[in-house]
C-alpha cells in the first residue's frame, strides 16, 4: 500500500490522525518511532531549522521541497506538508503540487495569504481574494498524478476578516475539490464546535502551544468532525529548550561531563539511527573470497 493510500485510509478510520510536526529528518524519525501514524512537515519549523529565521515567507520553494524530501525518504509514514500558499500564482501551485508528490509527500497543505506570508498565529496576515484561492485549489486537484494524495485547503480569514468570511472561504474551498478543510486559528470553543457542521466537511486542527485555538484532546477533536490534528511544534520547542539548556551548563562549567546526564550516550544514539543496519547491508557486497 502506498503512503499516501494508507494517509486516505487513517482519514476514513474511527480516530483522530494525530500528526506531530518534524522539522528535518531526524525530528521525523523521532515521531515513527514514538509509534505515530503521520507526521506532518512544519513550514515554521524548517525555517527555523534550515534559515534560523522566522516563518514570514523567508523561505524558498526549492528549500522547503528538499526538506520534504529529507523527511519523506526517512520515513515509513505517510508525509502531511505545509506548502504554504504555493509560493505564487495558480501555475506555481501546479509545480509545487507536482514537487511535493515526486518528494514523496501525501499531504499537501495550501492557505489562502498573500506573499509575503506570516505563520497562521503570527499577527499581520493579508488574503488573497477568495476567487484566487480557488483556482489554486484547482490548480492543485489538476496537478496531483496520485489520486490518493490529499489536498489539503487553510484559511487564515478569521484574524482578517472574521469567523463568517473564513467559513465562505472554506465552503468554497471544499466546493473547488480540497479533501480537507483547515480553518487556522479558531479563537474560541464555539468556533471549534461550529466549524465541522458549517463547513461539512474533514476538518484539520492545529494544536499550537499558547496559540490562538484552545487545546483540546485528540477524541474530542474527532468528535468534533476534526480527522486529523497536528501538532507542529511539539519537537522543535522541546528540542530548542533542551540545547539552550545543556549549552549553558557547557558554558557555566567549561567541562562536557555535567552535560551527559542531559543526554542520550554513543551507543544509544548509533542504535537509534541505525548504524549497525548499515554496517550489516555493507557487509552483503562484500565479496567472502577476498576477505
Given at each position: ?23 528535518d529528518a ?8 514514538a509509534?505515530?501514524s ?6 515554521y ?6 534559515l534560523?529565521m ?11 521541497v ?7 525518504n526517512a ?7 505545509d ?6 500564482s495558480?501555475?506555481n501551485v ?6 511535493y508528490e ?13 506573499m ?6 503570527m ?5 488573497v ?10 490548480a492543485?486537484v489538476?496537478?496531483?498524478?496520485n489520486?490518493d ?10 484574524a ?20 480537507v478543510i483547515f480553518?487556522?486559528?479558531?479563537q ?9 457542521k458549517?463547513?461539512?466537511?474533514p476538518?484539520?486542527?492545529?494544536m499550537?502551544?499558547?496559540g490562538?485555538t484552545p ?6 477533536l474527532?468528535k468534533?468532525?476534526?480527522?486529523i ?14 540545547m ?18 542531559y ?18 547491508l555493507?557487509?552483503t ?5 577476498t576477505?
Amino acid at each position: 500500500m502506498s503512503k499516501a493510500k494508507k494517509l486516505r485510509e487513517l482519514l476514513a478510520g474511527d480516530k483522530i490522525v494525530m500528526a506531530p510536526g518534524a522539522y528535518d529528518a531526524w525530528s521525523a524519525r523521532m515521531v515513527e518511532a514514538a509509534g505515530f501514524s503521520a507526521v506532518y512537515m512544519t513550514g515554521y519549523g524548517v525555517s527555523a531549522s534550515t534559515l534560523g529565521m522566522p516563518d514570514i515567507g523567508l523561505i524558498s520553494y526549492n528549500e522547503i521541497v528538499t526538506a520534504a524530501r529529507n523527511i519523506c525518504n526517512a520515513t515509513s509514514i505517510p508525509v502531511i506538508a505545509d506548502a504554504d500558499n504555493g509560493y505564487g500564482s495558480a501555475l506555481n501551485v501546479v509545480r509545487t503540487v507536482s514537487g511535493y508528490e515526486d518528494a514523496g509527500v501525501c499531504g499537501i497543505q495550501l492557505e489562502d495569504q498573500v506573499m509575503p506570508k506570516r505563520c497562521g498565529h503570527m499577527e499581520g496576515k493579508q488574503l488573497v481574494p477568495k476567487e484566487e484561492m480557488v483556482a489554486k485549489i484547482r490548480a492543485a486537484v489538476y496537478a496531483r498524478k496520485n489520486p490518493d494524495t490529499v489536498i489539503i485547503a487553510r484559511t487564515d480569514a478569521i484574524a482578517v476578516n472574521g469567523f463568517e468570511d473564513a467559513i465562505d472561504r472554506a465552503v468554497a474551498y471544499k466546493e473547488a475539490g480540497a479533501d480537507v478543510i483547515f480553518v487556522e486559528a479558531l479563537q474560541n470553543r464555539e468556533q471549534v464546535e461550529s466549524t465541522a457542521k458549517l463547513v461539512g466537511a474533514p476538518l484539520m486542527a492545529n494544536m499550537v502551544e499558547n496559540g490562538k485555538t484552545p487545546l483540546d484532546t485528540a477524541e474530542n477533536l474527532y468528535k468534533m468532525g476534526f480527522r486529523i490534528a497536528i501538532y507542529p511544534v511539539v519537537t522543535l520547542y522541546p528540542a530548542t529548550k533542551a540545547m539552550a539548556e545543556v549549552l549553558q551548563i557547557l558554558k557555566e562549567n567549561e567541562d562536557l561531563r555535567p552535560c551527559m546526564e542531559y543526554e542520550v550516550d554513543f551507543p544509544t544514539f548509533n542504535k537509534m539511527i541505525g548504524v549497525q543496519q548499515w554496517r550489516d547491508l555493507e557487509k552483503t557486497f562484500v565479496d567472502p573470497y577476498t576477505e
